[in-house]
């Protein structure tokens, strides 16, 4: 992991010093009231950010997962007939998006392993946004991170390239994507800040240990994928103890890292 830019001691004011690059104990993250979380693939929120999600929708948060593919390249199971898999990892999806307290889940259903920023995605995640209208987006970066590249699928990337791209400038542009705007009535909504996940430069750490248990149950519900794996709590508590140690959070502590950006 790239290490930490000047991490501060941990604070208890949540989001709006959380751009200038902070850690923040558990509960004590100012919750927003509507979030959007913009992901890939099903799963990738469950490994990244369900431990912050499920913590503020404890506390009332309205949080809809916008998820581009079905994941129909994932898995392990050879055997498993493929046209099996999309509705088997949506359906695995939504369990897991329970579990967090997230019961609005959309399916984009576009190609696993072949996404592309395209302007038909651009507009699909636009008309989300708009109908969303969230206070805080969740998405990849879409930059490399040279140090998990071998983690991090290229979907990400472009997932995050599309989402950003929706978030600033079409969402909040009325002359982009001008379908959404006459036909579907959908106005213009300015989304006030983003956090991304996987990328090279977080600047934000929140406390999970309390939900560690949840955040494993959760994306243990995602058996096509986990099944085989019989290190992931060991992996997962290994990643959120780095994200913690790099945040500055104290020893046994475990947390997921954001890089938070004011849109303004
Ligand atoms: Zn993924």
């Known amino acids: 992991m790239t290490p930490a830019k000047s991490p501060t001691a941990p604070?208890?004011?949540g989001r709006t010093a959380a751009a200038e690059g902070t850690a923040v104990t558990a509960g004590a993250a100012a919750r927003p009231d509507r979030v959007l979380v913009i992901t890939a693939h099903p799963d990738d929120v469950e490994f990244c950010a369900a431990g912050t999600v499920m913590q503020w929708t404890d506390q009332g948060a309205s949080v809809t997962y916008c998820v581009l593919t079905d994941g129909d390249n994932g898995g392990f199971d050879e055997a498993l007939p493929r046209q099996?898999?999309?509705p088997l990892r949506r359906a695995e999806q939504k369990a897991a998006a329970r579990a967090a307290g997230v019961h609005d889940v959309r399916f984009l259903g576009y190609p696993d392993g072949r996404l592309e920023p395209s302007m038909q995605l651009r507009r699909d995640i636009t008309r989300v946004i708009r109908q969303t209208r969230?206070?805080?987006v969740i998405l990849p970066?879409?930059?490399i991170n040279w140090d998990r590249i071998a983690d991090v699928h290229p979907d990400h990337r472009a997932a995050?390239?599309?989402a950003l791209r929706a978030v600033y400038p079409d969402a909040r542009n009325p002359f982009a994507h001008p379908t959404l705007y006459r036909e579907q009535n959908l106005a213009t909504w300015e989304v006030p800040e983003i956090w991304l996940i996987t990328g090279p430069s977080p600047n934000h750490w929140v406390d999970i240990t309390e939900?560690?248990?949840r955040k494993l149950a959760a994306l243990r519900l995602h058996t096509s994928q986990t099944a085989h794996l019989a290190e992931l709590e060991a992996l997962l508590t290994r990643w959120q103890t780095e994200?913690?140690?790099q945040g500055g959070l104290g020893p046994g502590r475990l947390a997921?890292?954001?890089?938070v950006v004011r849109l303004g």
Do not use: K, W
């Open 11 to 13: 604070q208890q004011d």
């Open 84 to 86: 099996t898999v999309a």
């Open 134 to 136: 969230p206070d805080l």
């Open 141 to 143: 970066s879409p930059e």
């Open 160 to 162: 995050g390239d599309a």
């Open 211 to 213: 939900v560690f248990p």
């Open 243 to 245: 994200h913690a140690t």
């Open 256 to 259: 997921e890292a954001f890089q």
